[in-house]
């Protein structure tokens, strides 16, 4: 009977963590996929003509320019950054164009497409590996679903490595991005706090990756106590070999 609660503890426990796991995929996929990781307080001011960007998408508007509060003798170069910004995107109804090269190659000046594309991959290395560490951990729990052990294997355990030291990277990666981005800014443009430039695709992003350092440290725990835990059946198996030989050799 003991043992049988101990089961059910075990597997609930289980069932848990992958939800947890399952759901934070999820959740990244949703923000890879969304235009939200750029996205100004006040877009008119800070991007003259573009609303938000994302990995894959750009969005942009005609009708929001805002040229208050600032120098008279500013307003032409104001204009000819609109322009820039404008330049190369399509006219689509949702005004939103998956040409992002025309974006993020020419923002003031600055070209930042080497750091999306490294965002981009590091962002769907991590979903791949997660979902490779999550197909490892169920794989071996029903493995060993009748043994008193954990779930975290090595495979599981390097995965989780690759998609933490990818998820790491993106946010990384596109921090500076932003601060590269903030920095080029003319300086008839107000700017404003760093974080006013982030996105809710950006901030969903970087929930995921905390809560994947939490759920990979779990992980790692796991699979050293289960390493350990082997390494000393092994010892005990060695040294009763050695005790049955030596046993055997004494008898004449």
């Not at 759901?23 to 750029?38: K, P, R």
């Not at 820039?84 to 164009?97: A, I, K, M, Y």
């Not at 107000?190 to 992003?205: E, N, P, Q, R």
Request: with cysteine; aromatic share 16%.
């Amino acid at each position: 009977m003991r043992r049988d609660w101990w089961k059910f503890y075990r597997v609930a426990f289980f069932v848990r963590f992958s939800a947890w796991r399952a759901l934070t995929l999820a959740f990244a996929v949703v923000s890879l996929c969304s235009e939200q990781w750029l996205e100004p307080k006040r877009p008119a001011r800070a991007l003259p003509g573009i609303s938000r960007a994302g990995l894959w998408r750009v969005c942009y508007h005609f009708s929001n320019i805002d040229a208050r509060r600032l120098d008279r003798s500013s307003i032409t170069r104001w204009w000819r950054e609109m322009e820039t910004s404008f330049r190369g995107l399509g006219r689509d109804s949702r005004q939103c164009s998956t040409e992002i090269g025309e974006f993020y190659g020419d923002v003031f000046g600055g070209n930042h497409m080497s750091l999306v594309e490294l965002t981009r991959a590091c962002a769907v290395g991590f979903i791949f590996y997660g979902a490779m560490e999550l197909v490892c951990e169920v794989f071996y729990f029903i493995r060993r679903r009748r043994a008193k052990a954990g779930f975290a294997s090595t495979s599981a355990a390097v995965y989780g490595g690759f998609a933490e030291i990818a998820c790491i990277i993106a946010c990384v990666s596109y921090a500076v991005l932003v601060a590269r981005v903030r920095a080029d800014m003319p300086s008839y443009i107000a700017k404003d706090a760093f974080v006013d430039y982030l996105g809710w695709g950006y901030w969903m992003w970087l929930t995921c990756a905390c809560a994947h350092s939490l759920s990979w440290t779990f992980v790692i725990v796991d699979w050293d106590s289960a390493s350990k835990a082997r390494a000393a059946r092994r010892s005990h198996r060695a040294f009763r070999a050695q005790e049955e030989e030596a046993l055997a050799a004494s008898v004449p």
